[in-house]
Every structure is written in structure tokens, then in C-alpha cells.
């Protein structure tokens, strides 16, 4: 109930603090240098694409990629679940994480 509790609370407010509201993790993301894929499905009414772009134009890695599911090379749409454990996942999505995972494995 606590995660609930904080995910209102964020929404509610437009922010992201930790629950002690000493830690702005918004400001801490441009802190993050670790290579980022950000994954986003075209139909997902959950974290719509657009909700991403804020974090990633935020984020502080020079090695980041977005690769957003459900574009015409996909030849389908993608919802929130389909890129995790959809019917198409296997074959998709996680080959292209795999993919990304290794060309970073130095």
C-alpha cells in the first residue's frame, strides 16, 4: 500500500521525492552516466510515450537509446504488458534488448 500511497502522491504533487521528501529524484537522474534503453509501446495507456521524453532528454548518459514498439517496422501496436510478456516479446522485444545488453558488455 505504501508504493500506491507514493505513486498518488507523485502524481498528486507533479514531483518525485522520496517519502522523507529529502531526495528529488528528478534532479537525480541527470546524475545517472550508466548507458539507459528506454523501452515504450506505442498503445500503452499505462506510461504513454510521451511520458517518457522528460526523463529521457533528463537523464545525464551520453549513451542513451529509446526505442519506442508498435512503429510500422513492427507491423503491429504495442501496449504496456506486450513489450514485457506479450506475444511478440520474445521475438521483438527482448532479442533487441539482448542485443543492446551485448554491444555494451566490454
Not at 506510461?47 to 510500422?72: C, H, L, M, T
Request: charged share 25%; glycine share 6%.
Amino acid at each position: 500500500m505504501a508504493v500506491f500511497s507514493t505513486l498518488l502522491k507523485w502524481a498528486s504533487e507533479g514531483r518525485f521525492l522520496s517519502t522523507d521528501r529529502q531526495h528529488d529524484y528528478e534532479q537525480s537522474i541527470r546524475q545517472i552516466t550508466t548507458p539507459v534503453l528506454f523501452l515504450s509501446a506505442d498503445n500503452d495507456n499505462v506510461v504513454p510515450p510521451e511520458s517518457i521524453a522528460g526523463a529521457y532528454d533528463k537523464i545525464g548518459s551520453a549513451d542513451r537509446q529509446w526505442r519506442e514498439f508498435g512503429n510500422s517496422e513492427d507491423h503491429r501496436h504495442f501496449g504496456h504488458m506486450d513489450i514485457v510478456c506479450g506475444g511478440d516479446a520474445p521475438r521483438k522485444v527482448w532479442p533487441e534488448i539482448s542485443d543492446w545488453l551485448l554491444s555494451r558488455d566490454q
